[in-house]
């Protein structure tokens, strides 16, 4: 079975970075995608980025110009580097991938931006 093992979260106070990281083990193959997403208390959970195995890259609106995901297919990481953090940003990000027609989930890491 698939694990994916997020890292990376932490408090930071508005205007800081934050790079989250995400190994995926126990799996042969590559992802044809792999991105993140988020969840703020109350809300649903939504889409923050995602890059397929040809480095197309999605992203929300949001956080079009501050964050930028990247990833390692040889270590089958991806990778969320978000940079002038807003109060709003603070969520629980989620790892996703999804490999021949299956869908994995990390269990999440927290990110909390406040002074």
């Known amino acids: 079975q698939v694990q994916l093992v997020e890292s990376g979260g932490g408090l930071v106070q508005p205007g800081g970075s934050l790079r989250l990281s995400c190994a995926a083990s126990?799996?042969?193959?590559?992802?044809?995608?792999m991105g993140w997403y988020r969840q703020a208390p109350g809300n649903e959970r939504e889409l923050v980025a995602d890059?397929?195995?040809?480095?197309?890259?999605n992203y929300a609106d949001s956080v079009k110009g501050r964050f930028t995901i990247s990833r390692d297919n040889a270590k089958n990481t991806v990778y969320l580097q978000m940079n002038s953090l807003k109060p709003e940003d603070t969520a629980v990000y989620y790892c996703?991938?999804?490999?021949?027609?299956?869908?994995?989930w990390g269990k999440g890491t927290l990110v909390t931006v406040s002074s």
């Open positions: 996703n991938a999804k490999q021949f027609g299956m869908v994995y």
């Open positions: 126990r799996s042969r193959f590559g992802f044809n995608a």
């Open positions: 890059i397929t195995s040809g480095d197309n890259t």
